[in-house]
């Protein structure tokens, strides 16, 4: 079973939390489960952490947030879409849910969001862990190519199955075909009248994007306390030389890697998402809970 909550994120912009709500089996922490706060990628929806919410659940309140600006949040015509909302708005999520302590789980731009708030508010993360997001600047000209990329879009699409085949096989920035990936983009993807089009704007998504394109994320990194988790896919975005460099940066950092799998780690291969995440955060469970700095 799913419900969904709204959450007042910053700026009063109406979030959608989506908690997959079957009862946990385990409960740890004077009745409660322990909390897990899935964040997804941009371009995301909270439905792309479905199946890992689904075994999250056995032990954990697992709930995934529509991050403003995607799938069914408000997504306002001028923001603000800036790392301060985003990390605002998950702290909002957090409290208002009463999830803490809890474990973060993003992906990409949700990964960053998730280590920010970490190095901001220890109080209130018990764990962390990054999905395939570099902490290393990417600059200007890897800005110019999603706003390339986003040009090249043929929408819109006639049928879904266009949807799927398109980014899984027919796109540019694809290598090989990748089904995944085509489904994955076919679950962001509305009727219009005249076609398949995407729930969010590709203008928003450049503008959020370039609120972190620029900087470099170390410091940030360096400053949370909590035990973290870095997972690459090894044809991901994320290097291995940064990655393991980002678990050195890490007060209490710890590496996994899933194979046969690219950017889209828990998508591709969510068996091997899960034997890389899972033991961590049985792990995570264990340990005491934070208290205010």
């Known amino acids: ?22 009862p946990p089996k385990d409960r740890r922490e004077n009745g409660r489960a322990p ?30 947030l529509d991050q403003r600006g995607h799938g069914r949040s408000d997504k306002p015509a001028e923001g603000p879409f800036t790392r301060e909302a985003y990390v605002a708005d998950a702290e909002a999520a957090i409290e208002q ?3 803490a302590p809890v474990t973060l789980v993003g992906h990409s731009m949700g990964a960053l969001t998730a280590w920010q708030l970490a190095a901001r508010r220890p109080d209130l993360v018990r764990a962390l862990v990054i999905c395939d ?47 995944a990936r085509g489904e994955f983009f076919a679950e962001v993807m509305a009727e219009r009248a005249d076609g398949w089009r995407p ?16 900087d470099a994320h170390w410091e940030e990194l360096a400053q949370v306390r909590c035990p973290a988790l870095v997972v690459r896919g090894l044809d991901g975005e994320l290097g291995r ?15 996994a890697e899933v194979a046969d ?8 291969q969510p068996e091997g998402w899960r034997a890389a995440v899972e033991p961590f955060l049985r792990e995570a469970a264990e340990q005491p809970v934070p208290t205010n700095p």
């Open 1 to 22: 079973m799913v419900r969904r909550s709204d959450v007042t994120g910053s700026d009063g912009v109406r979030l959608a939390a989506w908690e997959f709500a079957d």
């Open 133 to 179: 997001m570099r902490a290393s600047a990417l600059g200007a000209a890897s800005q110019r190519e999603w706003e390339d990329w986003f040009k090249s879009w043929p929408v819109p699409f006639a049928t879904l199955a266009d949807v799927r085949k398109w980014f899984g096989e027919d796109d540019p920035w694809v290598e090989r075909p990748s089904p």
């Open 261 to 268: 799998a690219g950017h889209l780690v828990h998508y591709d």
């Open 97 to 99: 849910l009463a999830l």
């Open 199 to 214: 729930v969010f704007s590709r203008r928003q998504m450049l503008t959020s994007r370039e609120t972190w394109v620029y």
């Open 35 to 64: 909390g897990v706060l899935l964040l997804h990628g941009l371009m995301g929806r909270a439905a792309h952490w479905a199946p890992t919410a689904r075994w999250l659940a056995e032990r954990h309140r697992a709930v995934a």
């Open 241 to 255: 030389a940064e990655a393991q460099e980002m678990v050195r940066v890490l007060p209490r950092g710890q590496y």
